[in-house]
């Protein structure tokens, strides 16, 4: 790969003037120019002249014998060296060692040019490449060396360090690397004194293992005023001059990119087209974009199809990751090496958390930590070493491991013998989460703790699995009907209801108080419920009652009351309906759960509404939003707008039924929740089909868009509003526009909807 330096004219101008010893004022006199006229070139406001570029300030400089640099300067002028470097400066200048980098380096351009123009111009002289093992962190210093090196007066050096395992040995290997003659002082001073009046540009690969060699770098640079320092390292060696940039995964598209480059390499009659480029894509995606592992998988495209390879990638990751080419160095032809290398220079400590993380699933927060016995010290030593990052989720701030290294962790896991009881502590950790949650998923602080526990969801699924798995049944009745709300809210009702349906039946035999068994009846009809299976929802409704009324808990009671209430409303039953919903009431209101009885009033607007009587369902559906605003839950703040924005439609008041459901939106949007965003397009549609019956159908086709991919049902009460609409909408543009702004609106992704509901 070849790459020019990537400063700007004026960068490299304020960069030469400065080695030169020269203030703006001198540079100015021996040029010719003015002071201004000098900080205007530097600044970038004002374009250089390359003829004068060569003409002034070449001599100004004192760059006539160093003619690398003086090209390079015209270069960056827009002159005619741009055009045909070579010829004024030597590939490689004198001295230089650099590995030549034997094939082409994709989609790190902006990493080089960033790399380069920072460790040009800042004085501390020192840059570190961090990153985990094959994010390719040797590549792009080799890279920007390559670029760097006609900069440098003396050139550029690579130093490989992976052999050496004691820091006392760095200076003697970089000596020998220089070629620096033995005499009788230590390796240090000779390396400092050869070094002193030198402009050479150093590369230290892997210097991870030999960290307390960093005072010798300090050293190099305090006492070499010309030498540059680029360090590649799983950790940041924690000097003042230092500047570290952490390697960042490719980019989906690069990774693609460099998948397909190194299979023709392999095999250069392949050809990729179709469902093949879908494959690529989660092939990368399951490799985090570390180049390394797009290689080694790369290379088996002559005997794998891309599909192969993604079903062996689901089954044995790291068995996959191995094969590669022989001139490279050990650690780097198989993953596994690469990982292990980093995870055998850990303290055990650091061992024990790395291999605990590898425990959960998508990464976990700090109080799981805490929760494992391990201390923040131990954390902040693994993110220095690039073997996990913190990101925000929420309010907090989330511990994420690379899938390739969570997949060595729980081999290491395994190994040690701790799986189980890994297991156990994620289990008990979350179960007092979601207990913890259960309240403020009713409250103001609703979307904080969605935003919590679903950056917790793979967590929290195998949580459950392992309960089941592991005969912990009362745990995973805690921690599921704990979440009812979250499941609910955010879509997770299918595989939620499986693994319900898989506890219930584990449950048979089993001795469960009867507060437990109505929690979790509750929690499974109300997900059968939202799913249109209202046969179960009722059953499990009606045995939550019994359970409730053995237990004597009144919120269970008003729970399952609710929700057959609403199940006989569904059914056309409404005096039933009335009579559930009014006994839910008189519990709720006991109790002073607000929550609760906005949840009843809103069945008995729905009952009155169902009479046609709009006067007492606009009361109903008015004092179920009072309830829910001091609850402060958004979720069915959002759902009590939506039942008002219906009795204004009635009326005929679409300004106001715009309101209430641009207000349920904004909620509905914000949580992501289907349940609440469906119905809510839906009315707005209604409200649309006046004045734009093609928006109006986009938005209907959104709503059912948005229902089949949740695989939320639309209640039988609701089910001829929903018609209605259809038909009439269906007759304003006729089959063949209205199926074409429906396709157009079907469309279910989140920042599509939010575009289409603007003012």
């Given at each position: 790969?070849?790459?020019?330096?990537?400063?700007?004219?004026?960068?490299?101008?304020?960069?030469?003037?400065?080695?030169?010893?020269?203030?703006?004022?001198?540079?100015?006199?021996?040029?010719?120019?003015?002071?201004?006229?000098?900080?205007?070139?530097?600044?970038?406001?004002?374009?250089?002249?390359?003829?004068?570029?060569?003409?002034?300030?070449?001599?100004?400089?004192?760059?006539?014998?160093?003619?690398?640099?003086?090209?390079?300067?015209?270069?960056?002028?827009?002159?005619?060296?741009?055009?045909?470097?070579?010829?004024?400066?030597?590939?490689?200048?004198?001295?230089?060692?650099?590995?030549?980098?034997?094939?082409?380096?994709?989609?790190?351009?902006?990493?080089?040019?960033?790399?380069?123009?920072?460790?040009?111009?800042?004085?501390?002289?020192?840059?570190?490449?961090t990153g985990p093992p094959g994010i390719g962190k040797t590549s792009l210093a080799l890279a920007a060396a390559h670029a760097l090196q006609s900069l440098?007066?003396?050139?550029?050096?690579?130093?490989?360090?992976?052999?050496?395992?004691?820091?006392?040995?760095?200076?003697?290997?970089?000596?020998?690397?220089?070629?620096?003659?033995?005499?009788?002082?230590?390796?240090?001073?000779?390396?400092?004194?050869?070094?002193?009046?030198?402009?050479?540009?150093?590369?230290?690969?892997?210097?991870?293992?030999?960290?307390?060699?960093?005072?010798?770098?300090?050293?190099?640079?305090?006492?070499?005023?010309?030498?540059?320092?680029?360090?590649?390292?799983?950790?940041?060696?924690?000097?003042?001059?230092?500047?570290?940039?952490?390697?960042?995964?490719?980019?989906?598209?690069?990774?693609?990119?460099?998948?397909?480059?190194?299979?023709?390499?392999?095999?250069?009659?392949?050809?990729?087209?179709?469902?093949?480029?879908d494959t690529i894509e989660a092939i990368c995606r399951k490799l985090d974009g570390l180049p390394l592992a797009i290689e080694l998988i790369a290379a088996?495209?002559?005997?794998?199809?891309?599909?192969?390879?993604?079903?062996?990638?689901n089954d044995r990751r790291l068995d996959m990751l191995q094969g590669g080419a022989s001139d490279l160095p050990p650690e780097q032809r198989t993953l596994?090496?690469?990982?292990?290398?980093?995870?055998?220079?850990?303290?055990?400590?650091?061992?024990?958390?790395?291999?605990?993380?590898?425990?959960?699933?998508?990464?976990?927060?700090?109080?799981?930590?805490?929760?494992?016995?391990?201390?923040?010290?131990?954390?902040?030593?693994?993110?220095?070493?690039?073997?996990?990052?913190?990101?925000?989720?929420?309010?907090?701030?989330?511990?994420?491991?690379?899938?390739?290294?969570?997949?060595?962790?729980?081999?290491?896991?395994?190994?040690?013998?701790?799986?189980?009881?890994?297991?156990?502590?994620?289990?008990?950790?979350?179960?007092?989460?979601?207990?913890?949650?259960?309240?403020?998923?009713?409250?103001?602080?609703?979307?904080?703790?969605?935003?919590?526990?679903?950056?917790?969801?793979?967590?929290?699924?195998?949580?459950?699995?392992?309960?089941?798995?592991?005969?912990?049944?009362?745990?995973?009745?805690?921690?599921?009907?704990?979440?009812?709300?979250?499941?609910?809210?955010?879509?997770?009702?299918?595989?939620?209801?499986?693994?319900?349906?898989?506890?219930?039946?584990?449950?048979?035999?089993?001795?469960?108080?009867?507060?437990?068994?109505?929690?979790?009846?509750?929690?499974?009809?109300?997900?059968?419920?939202?799913?249109?299976?209202?046969?179960?929802?009722?059953?499990?409704?009606?045995?939550?009652?019994?359970?409730?009324?053995?237990?004597?808990?009144?919120?269970?009671?008003?729970?399952?009351?609710?929700?057959?209430?609403?199940?006989?409303?569904?059914?056309?039953?409404?005096?039933?309906?009335?009579?559930?919903?009014?006994?839910?009431?008189?519990?709720?209101?006991?109790?002073?759960?607000?929550?609760?009885?906005?949840?009843?009033?809103?069945?008995?607007?729905?009952?009155?509404?169902?009479?046609?009587?709009?006067?007492?369902?606009?009361?109903?559906?008015?004092?179920?939003?009072?309830?829910?605003?001091?609850?402060?839950?958004?979720?069915?703040?959002?759902?009590?707008?939506?039942?008002?924005?219906?009795?204004?439609?009635?009326?005929?008041?679409?300004?106001?039924?715009?309101?209430?459901?641009?207000?349920?939106?904004?909620?509905?949007?914000?949580?992501?929740?289907?349940?609440?965003?469906?119905?809510?397009?839906?009315?707005?549609?209604?409200?649309?089909?006046?004045?734009?019956?093609?928006?109006?159908?986009?938005?209907?086709?959104?709503?059912?868009?948005?229902?089949?991919?949740?695989?939320?049902?639309?209640?039988?009460?609701?089910?001829?509003?929903?018609?209605?609409?259809?038909?009439?909408?269906?007759?304003?543009?006729?089959?063949?526009?209205?199926?074409?702004?429906?396709?157009?609106?079907?469309?279910?992704?989140?920042?599509?909807?939010?575009?289409?509901?603007?003012?």
């Open positions: 790969m070849t790459t020019s330096a990537p400063t700007t004219f004026g960068d490299f101008l304020r960069f030469l003037r400065k080695r030169a010893g020269l203030t703006q004022s001198d540079l100015g006199a021996a040029a010719g120019y003015s002071v201004s006229f000098i900080s205007t070139l530097e600044s970038g406001k004002r374009r250089p002249d390359p003829a004068a570029v060569s003409q002034r300030f070449v001599a100004a400089l004192r760059l006539e014998n160093e003619p690398n640099l003086a090209a390079r300067l015209l270069e960056l002028a827009g002159g005619p060296a741009a055009l045909d470097v070579s010829s004024a400066a030597p590939a490689h200048a004198a001295g230089s060692t650099l590995p030549q980098l034997p094939v082409e380096l994709i989609g790190r351009r902006d990493d080089v040019d960033w790399i380069c123009r920072r460790l040009m111009v800042h004085p501390g002289r020192l840059m570190t490449l440098h007066r003396d050139g550029a050096r690579f130093v490989a360090l992976e052999t050496v395992e004691q820091p006392e040995l760095v200076a003697a290997t970089i000596a020998a690397a220089l070629g620096i003659p033995e005499t009788p002082l230590a390796a240090d001073q000779r390396l400092a004194a050869f070094l002193r009046d030198k402009e050479v540009l150093l590369a230290l690969d892997n210097f991870e293992q030999v960290t307390a060699a960093a005072t010798l770098v300090a050293e190099l640079l305090a006492g070499c005023p010309l030498v540059r320092v680029l360090v590649t390292s799983r950790e940041r060696l924690r000097l003042r001059a230092e500047q570290v940039y952490p390697v960042p995964p490719l980019g989906l598209a690069p990774a693609c990119a460099l998948f397909v480059e190194r299979s023709r390499a392999a095999d250069p009659t392949l050809a990729f087209a179709g469902d093949d480029l088996q495209s002559e005997l794998l199809s891309p599909a192969a390879l993604l079903a062996r990638l596994t090496n690469a990982i292990h290398r980093s995870y055998s220079l850990l303290p055990p400590a650091e061992q024990g958390l790395f291999r605990a993380l590898g425990g959960f699933a998508g990464g976990c927060d700090l109080a799981a930590v805490d929760m494992l016995g391990f201390d923040l010290g131990t954390v902040q030593a693994l993110v220095h070493k690039s073997l996990i990052r913190m990101e925000p989720a929420g309010g907090e701030r989330r511990i994420v491991q690379l899938e390739t290294l969570r997949d060595y962790a729980r081999r290491q896991l395994a190994a040690a013998g701790e799986t189980e009881g890994v297991e156990e502590q994620r289990l008990a950790y979350l179960v007092a989460l979601a207990e913890r949650a259960e309240p403020q998923l009713h409250s103001a602080t609703q979307l904080d703790w969605l935003h919590r526990l679903e950056a917790n969801l793979p967590n929290l699924f195998g949580a459950l699995d392992f309960a089941l798995a592991a005969h912990r049944p009362v745990a995973a009745v805690r921690l599921a009907a704990a979440l009812s709300h979250f499941w609910v809210t955010r879509n997770h009702l299918a595989e939620t209801m499986r693994r319900l349906t898989l506890l219930r039946a584990a449950l048979a035999a089993q001795d469960l108080d009867d507060h437990l068994w109505a929690r979790l009846l509750n929690c499974q009809a109300t997900l059968a419920f939202y799913l249109g299976d209202f046969d179960q929802a009722r059953g499990c409704y009606t045995a939550a009652l019994e359970h409730a009324e053995r237990a004597g808990n009144r919120a269970d009671l008003a729970y399952a009351l609710d929700g057959l209430g609403a199940d006989a409303a569904n059914r056309d039953d409404l005096a039933a309906a009335r009579a559930f919903s009014e006994q839910s009431l008189a519990h709720a209101l006991a109790i002073d759960d607000r929550w609760l009885a906005g949840l009843t009033l809103m069945n008995l607007g729905e009952i009155a509404r169902t009479e046609n009587d709009y006067v007492t369902a606009g009361r109903r559906y008015a004092e179920s939003l009072a309830h829910l605003e001091i609850a402060g839950d958004p979720f069915f703040v959002a759902v009590a707008q939506i039942n008002q924005a219906q009795v204004c439609l009635h009326e005929g008041n679409l300004a106001a039924a715009e309101r209430y459901l641009r207000r349920s939106l904004d909620a509905g949007l914000r949580a992501e929740s289907a349940q609440v965003v469906a119905p809510a397009l839906e009315k707005l549609a209604d409200v649309f089909a006046r004045r734009d019956s093609t928006r109006a159908v986009r938005l209907f086709g959104c709503a059912e868009g948005l229902r089949h991919a949740s695989g939320f049902a639309i209640q039988p009460v609701d089910q001829a509003d929903h018609d209605k609409l259809h038909q009439e909408l269906l007759g304003m543009l006729g089959t063949p526009d209205y199926h074409a702004a429906f396709t157009a609106g079907a469309r279910q992704e989140w920042e599509t909807i939010r575009a289409l509901v603007e003012p």
